[in-house]
Structure formats: C-alpha cells, structure tokens
C-alpha cells in the first residue's frame, strides 16, 4: 500500500464525536452521517459552467490524475470534489503521493523527510486561488532509494463548478534550488451540484492504516493519490452521497471489478473479476442539507495484481431513483519484499494546512 509508517486503524467511525444515528458494519463496512462543518477555506471567483454532463464532468476528473515522473522526484496526483452544501460551491482536494525513496532525509534525532505542497488555480489565465499545505515525518530509519511507497500531502480549495488550469508544486524542504522543486499543470473540469436527483461525489482511496486527510470532521485517513494497493492490504473507500430523500430508506451498492485486459498473446488473468461485492440498506439523515458519508473498507484477499475499478450506486427507495455509476481506478500489486531491512516507524509528524 502507498504510505510509510502505518500506526493502526483508522479513525473515524464518528463525524462529530456523537452517536450517529446509524451505524452499519457489514463485511467491514462503515457508515457515518455528520453535520457539515468546515473551516474558512481560500476562495476562488465565480466560474461558468463547464457546459458538460456531471458524469462527464465526473470521468474527465478521474482521468485528471497521473504520474509526475520528471524532475528531482516522482509524485502522483489526483482531483476530488465533495459538496459542503447544495450552495455551488465546491471543495476541490488536490492530492499528492512522493516517491519516498527520491526524497532527501535529514537526522535531526530522527530521520527528518519534510514537503511542502502548493495548488494554484487559474480562469482565464489569472489566479484565482492558491492553498498550500507542508508535513514533516520523523522516522526511525532511512528510507531505501528504491521505495516507492508514498508520502501523502493535499490542498483544498472552494471554488464554483467550471474548467481551471492548475499549477501543482512539490517542495522538498531539505533540498535547495532546482532539486527541491518539482511541479506538474494542466487543465481540471469541476462537476456541478446535480439537482436533478441523487448523486455520489468522488471515490477516494485511502491506505490501511491512520492518516491525517479530513474529508468530513471526524474522519481521518491516508489519502492514497497513486491508488496503488498490496494484495494483503484493506484499504478505505470513502464517498459522500446527495439529494436521497431525507428520513427514507436507501440502498447502496459497492463493488471491486477486475479492469484487466489482455496485452500479448496467450495472456490469462488468473484472478477473480469481481472479488468483492456489497449491497446493504441505510437511512438517509432527515436534514436535506447533510449528505450520506460513507467510509467502505475493502478486503482483497480474492484479488491478483492488476489493474481493478470501484463502482458504487445508491437507489433511493422512496423514488427509485438511482445514482449515476461513480468509479474510481486502482492497480493492485504484490507485497514488497523488504528482506532483512529494519523496519521504519514513524516517531513524530506534522501536518499543517490542506485541511
């Protein structure tokens, strides 16, 4: 799994440190329904409409993320999108996973790995908004150079549905000059707030261990922007869902499909296409305002390396409405095999801003 220095299970299962109304745990699977509280967040101009469906709007953001492979280190990123409220506005995450091996550490009682991440965003080539975020890891031992497992650091920025051009800097705190700078733009298409029913906001996939991404308050994970899991690992799922009917029944719907397909000649995928599958029933909270949050925990036990997608729909029992298909992709590996290295652990760190 992307992500160093695993301390335990996530937090999480309460938003607000109070008793949720439900809770659910079927096959490893949590439910949480939280009142929206957020901090002042940097704030972007309004921005016209894209001019594309929110499921179009949806997969050009999925398609967004990618690879930095150039420069003083490797990083992979992504863009996700959750509504704090049916206003317009929109929290747009910018998620970043280092190369842990290309980093520079430093012993200062402790192996010292230090990154600072900056996001700005652009309409019509004026900056609208910036956020930037740093964290610092204390571990016990020097990363090998050949790791990639990941440091993660995000940004969040509240900005109106529409297209942006996006600047994303990576800083290596230990670094300076030219080696302590990597950065990657392009283009970022933010869905609007669909009125028209119910809808399920990105998929995030986070590491199986503790974290500090704070999607909604309570909640606390890895975010894992190189959605690169092991095949002995749990990672969490997290997802939001809008516009059920408040008070009635909804079902839900989550599953892990195979997204291989054959490269060469005589290529066979020994693996299982769905292995895993959930549906369960929940109750939408009675405030219209307070979506559906949910944080899945997926077993991949049944999985073989390769690439996969997780599909998740809601129907609204009231309606029969459902939501449109949200997908996310993810690539499952084997385990890394560390042989006689000394374990690292994670003795201090230090997150600050990106919340």
């Given at each position: 799994m992307s992500g160093l220095a695993r301390r335990g299970h996530a937090r999480g299962t309460r938003c607000d440190g109070s008793t949720p109304e439900q809770s659910i745990r079927l096959a490893a699977l949590f439910l949480v329904f939280s009142l929206p509280v957020y901090p002042a967040l940097p704030r972007a101009a309004h921005a016209q409409g894209s001019g594309v469906s929110t499921q179009d709007a949806f997969s050009q953001l999925e398609s967004s993320a990618g690879s930095r492979k150039a420069g003083a280190f490797p990083f992979d990123y992504q863009h996700l999108v959750f509504y704090p409220s049916a206003a317009g506005e929109v929290d747009l995450w910018t998620a970043v996973s280092v190369h842990a091996g290309r980093v520079r550490g430093v012993f200062e009682g402790g192996w010292k790995y230090e990154l600072e991440l900056r996001t700005i965003i652009y309409r019509d080539g004026e900056e609208i908004a910036r956020d930037e975020s740093r964290v610092?890891?204390?571990?016990?031992?020097?990363?090998?150079?050949?790791?990639?497992?990941g440091f993660p650091i995000q940004t969040r920025i509240r900005v109106l549905p529409g297209e942006y051009r996006y600047r994303i800097e990576v800083r290596d705190l230990n670094w300076e000059g030219d080696r302590a700078l990597n950065v990657q733009e392009g283009e970022v298409v933010v869905p609007p707030f669909d009125r028209t029913g119910p809808f399920v906001s990105s998929v995030a996939v986070a590491a199986d261990s503790g974290g500090a991404w704070s999607p909604s308050p309570g909640v606390e994970l890895k975010l894992n922007a190189a959605k690169m899991v092991q095949t002995d690992a749990r990672p969490f799922v997290y997802f939001e869902v809008y516009g059920l009917t408040p008070g009635e029944t909804h079902r839900g719907e989550v599953r892990l499909v195979s997204n291989w397909a054959p490269?060469?000649?005589?290529?066979?995928?020994?693996?299982?296409?769905?292995?895993f599958q959930l549906q369960y029933r929940g109750t939408t909270p009675d405030e219209p305002e307070r979506p559906?949050?949910?944080?899945?925990?997926?077993?991949?036990?049944?999985?073989?390396?390769?690439?996969?997608?997780?599909?998740?729909?809601?129907?609204?029992?009231a309606t029969g409405e459902k939501t449109e298909v949200r997908a996310?992709?993810?690539?499952?590996?084997?385990?890394?095999d560390r042989g006689a290295e000394q374990p690292i652990a994670e003795v201090g760190d230090e997150v600050r801003g990106g919340r």
């Open positions: 610092r890891h204390l571990l016990n031992a020097l990363i090998p150079p050949r790791t990639t497992d490269m060469g000649k005589g290529e066979t995928f020994t693996g299982v296409r769905q292995p559906v949050r949910s944080v899945l925990r997926l077993e991949m036990k049944d999985t073989r390396p390769g690439p996969y997608k997780v599909l998740v729909r809601f129907t609204d029992a996310t992709e993810i690539r499952v590996r084997d385990p890394e």
